[in-house]
């Protein structure tokens, strides 16, 4: 926990802009109850409602210094604290001169005036020690959109930008084009008159056969369904490193452990105020060193397996197999299945076909339509004219005409 240190000093509240009279913000009245002065004790001007004169709020715990804002000044001919608004002394009538008035501020400890560079000083140096304490500066954040210039030293809202990522960027635009323009042109058809040319089908079968292989394996690694042939006993090295014992070294710095060396600077930490007075508290943070030390840490030793008698078997495997049987590509309207010659063959039930159906455009031009099925298919026939045929511009038909 850090050290605190805790120094309180009488806070004046607020001064009259008018009459430049200082005095408590919070009056207490004949039957002791307390509430906020809404007009000035002395001249009844009404105090602003924005608080700008306000040195300290003590209801809110919040501070607010009255150098900051340096809005009352000190008269140089009867050393009267006034409005900077004003262009008169309330008290001698002189014209103010802002170059001879300086800007005055309570020293708090004291109770006196004294001028602000004085108390800018000591502010800053007590600052400057707050600071050299705190480890990491917190960055002010903005809202809202960055401004050009911050926009052009980091190298635009989405950071720096590489060649290659812009490259990246270019291509995807450019695939995506090409697969609109393609889109567009299928989309686009016209009409042709289409004639059957040919009629071409391609079916098959499919067959299963047992294929036998031999090989050799270490027993207990052998596959399933193997058929064992011979078995001889060998030496089996496997070339592993095995642990075979451990021991241990000293690892220099490895371990490490934190230090106390004692209390830091001074800084401010916060601000309490109680009963119209308010109270600074200091704190110091413990100081603490890392220190790194020698350990000793395990190490395993490996060495090689040594070799040891293993059977080695010679084995037989039969493997089922599958294949299918073509006719090929044949020009005719009347497809059959093909008859594979079964030695130690057999059928599996599973066959299939491809169907393709040529048409001639009145151009000369080829066209073809695919099919699945010879329903379909078989009912074309050569000569089968279909005029007003839809085809799009990669010369596919997407519709026949009636």
Request: proline share 6%; net charge negative; aromatic share 10%.
């Amino acid at each position: 926990m850090p050290k605190v240190t805790r120094r309180t000093y009488k806070v004046y509240d607020w001064i009259c802009p008018s009459c430049g009279q200082q005095q408590e913000l919070f009056i207490t009245d004949k039957k002791g109850k307390e509430f906020k002065s809404g007009n000035c004790i002395y001249c009844g001007s009404q105090r602003p409602m924005n608080d700008d004169s306000i040195w300290t709020s003590p209801k809110s715990g919040s501070s607010k210094e009255f150098s900051e804002s340096l809005n009352t000044r000190l008269c140089a001919h009867c050393q009267v604290p006034f409005s900077a608004t004003l262009s008169d002394c309330p008290k001698c009538g002189n014209p103010l001169d802002t170059d001879d008035s300086e800007a005055m501020v309570v020293n708090k400890p004291s109770g006196t005036i004294i001028p602000a560079s004085e108390f800018l000083k000591k502010r800053a140096s007590r600052t400057s020690t707050a600071s050299s304490v705190l480890p990491v500066s917190v960055p002010k954040i903005e809202r809202g959109f960055p401004p050009v210039a911050k926009l052009r030293e980091t190298g635009g809202m989405f950071g720096n930008i590489t060649l290659g990522t812009i490259l990246g960027v270019l291509g995807v635009i450019g695939f995506c084009a090409v697969m609109f323009f393609l889109l567009f042109l299928g989309s686009k058809t016209h009409e042709e008159n289409l004639t059957v040319e040919k009629l071409a089908w391609n079916r098959w079968v499919e067959v299963s056969y047992v294929e036998t292989s031999t090989g050799t394996c270490w027993e207990g690694s052998c596959p399933s369904g193997y058929q064992e042939l011979s078995r001889t006993s060998e030496n089996y090295y496997s070339g592993e490193d095995v642990p075979v014992g451990s021991r241990t070294e000293v690892c220099e710095d490895c371990g490490s452990r934190q230090v106390y060396v004692g209390l830091g600077p001074e800084y401010l930490c916060d601000t309490n105020f109680v009963d119209g007075v308010e109270e600074d508290v200091y704190c110091q943070d413990e100081m603490y060193e890392t220190e790194h030390y020698d350990t000793e840490v395990p190490v395993t030793i490996y060495a090689t397996a040594t070799p040891y008698k293993r059977d080695k078997i010679r084995y037989e495997l039969d493997t089922t197999l599958t294949k299918n049987i073509q006719t090929g590509w044949i020009e005719s309207g009347n497809p059959y299945w093909p008859e594979p010659r079964l030695s130690n063959e057999k059928l599996t039930g599973k066959r299939g076909g491809e169907y393709s159906v040529v048409f001639r455009s009145e151009k000369g031009e080829i066209r073809r339509q695919s099919f699945d099925e010879d329903k379909i298919w078989g009912s074309f026939y050569v000569g089968q004219n279909f005029p007003n045929s839809k085809v799009n511009t990669f010369g596919s038909i997407v519709e026949l005409g009636p």
